[in-house]
């Protein structure tokens, strides 16, 4: 990468940790979830990931909905799954 594009990066970088803006571009969505350029564009071709594309060309992401979709498909640890375990065996213990 040359130095103008870590420049432009990081002051993509600097306005989303300072700013609090809720919709992103493209660029910007890529710096925030680490999701490179071409994958982010097959997501959005396959309409896998929420996005808008108002005017037909650029598109935008909802800060919001993209926390939501990162975090979609939870795994529970181990401990949690333990927990709950004995909390079940306790609640439905037969005497």
């Known amino acids: ?5 870590i420049l432009e ?3 993509r970088l600097e ?4 700013g609090h803006k809720e919709v992103l571009t493209f660029d910007e969505t890529c710096d ?3 999701i490179s350029r071409s994958y982010l564009y097959k997501l959005t ?5 929420p ?3 108002p005017n037909g060309k ?3 992401f909802e800060k919001r909905k993209l926390v939501e979709w ?5 795994r529970k640890s181990q401990h949690d799954i333990e927990r709950e375990a004995l909390a079940y065996s306790l609640r439905n213990k037969r005497i």
Do not use: P
């Open 1 to 5: 990468m040359d130095n103008l594009l």
């Open 9 to 11: 990066r990081l002051d």
């Open 15 to 18: 306005k989303l940790l300072v």
């Open 32 to 34: 925030y979830t680490g």
């Open 45 to 49: 071709a396959s309409g896998r990931i």
């Open 51 to 53: 996005h808008s594309k």
């Open 58 to 60: 650029m598109l935008f």
């Open 70 to 74: 990162l975090l979609q498909n939870k």
